[in-house]
Every structure is written in C-alpha cells, then in structure tokens.
C-alpha cells in the first residue's frame, strides 16, 4: 500500500487539474446556456430554430467524438488550439447544450397564470424576468443542475485522452510506473466517488428543500 | 488551402459501417443485461430489508458517481491483475457497460414500480391472485409502459457511450475512425463522416423508440 501513499501528491495534482477544468466548463457553460435558454423561450422565431438545431446536435454526438474533433481537427482550419484550450471548448460547448435544455425546462415549469399576473401589473420583461419567473425557475434549475456539474467533473475524465494530466491521466502513469492497476484505479474511484457524491448529495438536499412548491 | 479528399474514408467505409453495428450491439447488449440487473435489484430494493437496500443504494451510488472511462480502465486492465484470468476487450467493455448501466436501471425501475398505481395491485389481491402472480402480470407489464420513455433514452445514451470503447480497442464506430484518421490523416473527412452517422443513428433510433412509446402509452 506504500506507493498508493506515495503518489498521493501527484494524485492530488491531476485532481487540481481536474477540479480547474470542471470549474472553468462549468461557469461558462452556466453563462452561454442561461443566455441561449433564455433566447430559446422569449426570442423571435429565427432565434429558436439555430439554438434548438445548436442543443440537439451537441447533445446528439459523443463527447469523445467532440474531444477528437476540436483537438485534432481543428488545426485543419488554421486554428491551433493546445489541448488544454480544445478540451474545454469541446466540454463547453457539449454542456452549454445540457444547461440550455435545464434553463428551458425550468422557465417553461413557471405556470402561465405568473407571467400573465405581472404582465397584468406592469412589469417590463426584465422585471418580470428578474422579480417573477426567476425566483421560482431557480428552484427548478437548481438540482438538475448539479446533475450536469456531476456529469462534467465525470466526463472530464476523457480530456486524460488527448494528454492533459488530470486525475484519469495522473492514476495510468502511476500505473504505468508500478504495475498496479487495481488499488490505484480504486483509489482513483474513490476520488471521483467523493466529490461527485458531495454534490449529489446537495442536489438531492435542494431537491427535498423545494419539494413543498407545487402548482 | 486544404482540399477535401474522402477518397480514403470511402475505401475504408466497411471499418466505419461494421463499427456502427457493433455499436448498436454493445449498446443493446449492456442495455438487456443492465435491465436484468436492475429489474432485479429494483424489486430486491423494494421488498427487501435493511441490508439490501443499503447494498443496492451503495452499488447504483458509486457507479454513478464515478466516470464511466474509469470503470473501462478498472474492469480491463484492474480486474484480470488481481483476478488472475483474462477476457477480450470486447467483453471486458459489454461487462463494464452491462454494470454501469444496471446502476442507471434500477433508478428507472424503482421509480417505475413506486408509480404502479396501488388500485391496481388491490385489484389484483381482490380477483386472488397470488403475490407472485400480482408481480408478474400486475405490477410489471404497467411498470414497463411507465418506464418506456426513459428506456429509450437510456438507450440513445449507451449507444453515444460505447465510443468510449475505443480506448480499450474495441472495433467500433470511434475506433474505426480513429484508425482511419490515424492511417490517412485525413481528420476532417473522417469526422465529417462519422459524426453524422453518430447523429442519424442516434436521431432514427430514439424516432423509432418514441413510436414504440406512444404505441404502448398509458392513457
């Protein structure tokens, strides 16, 4: 068991990296998806169609198939990203997807009647936005939100392909060091297996904490 | 200027078709054992005490919580190493992908048996049946229709899962074109070939399976 304890550190190191990686795709994604959700239900009918085709494309495709794509097939068209740069654009723009399809869900989860009422009492649309539909799609955004935030931290796993050095990477070369497979992929696990449930468990707090709301 | 060239992708499209099949198989495959196992689970969890409960919630936990190319890695290359015994690449990820969506299947499954509407198993005592006959030709035929809409995303799900097969060099679609890409360079054309057969097939399959639910809804 002493080398599983000795590579703690550089375990810990590809977990940063990890962790930085899941942040960045988690917070941009959260902007772009808010935004493009947002246009999904309010814009004008040349807004919907190219988001819809935009959502149902990224979310049609592998991840992996993404990952390849914007590491090895981007510099075809003279743009030359480092991997680094590559796997968060192809992890933001495959979760941007998924945070879209959350936003819509939950605006449209708002019954009409609210809308109506503060349409009723003079509120502008950002008024209305801001005062009525959101305090109440917040509830509904919030837990499967943090189901696609577990589902970046795991998916993340796949930038270890094109050689990024995140957990995933750091426990092969570990491996590939010391012949073990088993007690480091387990411990590897183990890894995932807490930062993953943390947040599951917050999600199904949330989702308990906001189950009184029913229309 | 870079000029298209799809002359080596199209000599080499059986790579691509035959990946594509085996795809849809390892996706089928998984998604019948995952269905057994979490079919059972599911009424283990419901009917069982404590311990089983416990055991059934740790297992569908850590699956779920830990990213599915990790389980690849440990059931291929961490399972033999300390089992003592071999399998192909091919069965080791079937394994990896029948486990992983098992986990995903008794969540289905449990929701699916918690919706059965009591009237009807009342209504199944109230005629005489025996409780496995309630289980059987009451609670599981209603539970199905329940639960036919997230099958079919499941289902879509495990087929856009299976690229990860590639990794361990199992013939599929990804593979196939990672080894196309690798022998031609030809990454463009590649891509530009195989992500549309990702979409359509995904696209066509959940089609099909959304007819199928509407066949058999519950109104």
């Known amino acids: 068991m002493l080398f599983a304890i000795q590579s703690l550190p550089f375990l810990w190191q590809g977990l940063l990296v990890t ?20 246009g999904i239900v309010y814009g004008p009918g040349w807004l ?21 794509f914007m590491y090895y097939g981007l510099p075809v068209f003279k743009v030359n990203l480092n991997n680094f740069a590559a796997v968060v654009l192809a992890l933001t723009a495959f979760k941007t997807a998924h945070v879209i399809e959350v936003v819509r869900g939950a605006i449209q989860s708002i019954p009409k009647g609210q809308t109506e009422a503060a349409k009723s009492i003079g ?5 209305r936005l801001l005062h009525v539909i959101v305090p109440q799609a917040l509830r509904r955004f919030l837990p499967p939100w943090i189901n696609a935030v577990v589902d970046t931290v795991k998916g993340s796993a796949l930038v270890s392909l094109v050689g990024i050095v995140d957990l995933m990477l750091a426990i092969q070369q570990v491996i590939g060091r010391t012949y073990r497979p088993m007690p480091l992929y387990v ?29 | 200027m870079y000029h298209l060239n799809f002359g080596y992708v199209w000599t080499h499209f059986d790579k691509l078709s035959w990946g594509l099949l085996l795809s849809l198989e390892l996706a089928f495959v998984s998604i019948l054992i995952g269905m057994a196992i979490g079919l059972s689970l599911a009424l283990a969890y419901t009917s069982g005490g404590k311990l089983v409960r416990g055991a059934v919630a740790g297992y569908v936990e850590f699956i779920r919580n830990v990213p599915l190319l990790l389980l690849v890695y440990l059931v291929f290359y961490g399972v033999p190493s300390v089992g003592g015994f071999a399998y192909d690449s091919t069965t080791s990820f079937i394994i990896t992908l029948s486990v992983y969506a098992g986990a995903y299947m008794v969540e289905v499954f449990r929701a ?4 059965v509407p009591k009237g009807l198993t009342d209504a199944g005592k109230a005629i005489g049946l025996t409780a496995w006959q309630r289980v059987v030709s009451v609670r599981l035929p209603t539970m199905f229709r329940i639960v ?15 690229s990860l097969a590639s990794v361990i060099a199992v013939p599929e679609l990804t593979y196939g074109a990672q080894w196309i890409k690798t022998n031609s360079f030809r990454v463009i054309e590649t891509w530009a070939v195989v992500t549309p057969m990702y979409l359509v097939t995904g696209y066509a399959l959940l089609f099909v399976l959304q007819r199928l639910e509407r066949r058999f809804a519950i109104h």
């Open chain 1, 19 to 38: 962790l930085h990686i899941s942040v960045l795709i988690v917070f941009f994604a959260l902007i772009a998806g808010t935004i493009l959700g947002i």
């Open chain 1, 48 to 68: 919907y169609w190219p988001i819809r085709l935009y959502s149902d494309f990224f979310r049609g495709i592998p991840l992996l198939v993404l990952i390849f």
């Open chain 1, 123 to 127: 509120l502008t649309f950002g008024q």
């Open chain 1, 187 to 215: 411990l590897g696990a183990i890894m995932y297996f807490v930062i993953n449930y943390t947040l599951s468990l917050a999600s199904r707090r949330l989702e308990a904490r906001f189950a009184y709301i029913r229309e």
């Open chain 2, 112 to 115: 699916g048996l918690a919706a």
């Open chain 2, 148 to 162: 036919l809409p997230s099958l079919s995303n499941a289902y879509v799900s495990l087929f856009k899962d299976t």
